[in-house]
């Protein structure tokens, strides 16, 4: 059974730095992609950073989000600079994995973890 289990959210404050943990067990995929997702109250999720195994290769919508894997542990994670009040938002981790390709649209996703809360505030 696929899990994706994050962890790390936290409350900050505005300008610092924080690391999010996805960790992803149970999959019989050779490559995949892993993406991070934030939903925002009152907004759509929005897809921030993403990984594919087979090259490392990675996307991001903004130099603040940088996505990178541990392949010993399976575990991927998201760094987060200089966190704003807006960040504020669940952080959940999603995983592609038919045909899978370098892409931010969650409809791609086949699999998604629960979740981890980061608050941005002073």
């Known amino acids: 059974q696929v899990q994706l289990v994050e962890s790390g959210g936290a409350l900050v404050q505005p300008g610092e730095s924080l690391r999010l943990s996805c960790k992803v067990s149970g999959s019989s995929y050779g490559d995949y992609v892993i993406g991070w997702f934030r939903q925002a109250p009152g907004k759509e999720r929005e897809g921030l950073a993403c990984v594919f195994t087979e090259n490392n290769r990675t996307r991001s919508v903004d130099d603040r989000f940088r996505v990178s894997r541990e392949v010993a542990t399976g575990t991927f994670f998201l760094d987060i600079d200089h966190l704003k009040p807006e960040d504020t938002g669940v952080y959940v981790c999603?995983?592609?994995?038919?045909?899978?390709?370098?892409?931010?649209?969650?409809?791609?996703?086949?699999?998604w973890g629960q979740g981890t809360q980061v608050s941005v505030s002073s």
């Open positions: 999603g995983a592609f994995w038919i045909t899978p390709y370098l892409s931010l649209d969650e409809s791609k996703y086949d699999d």
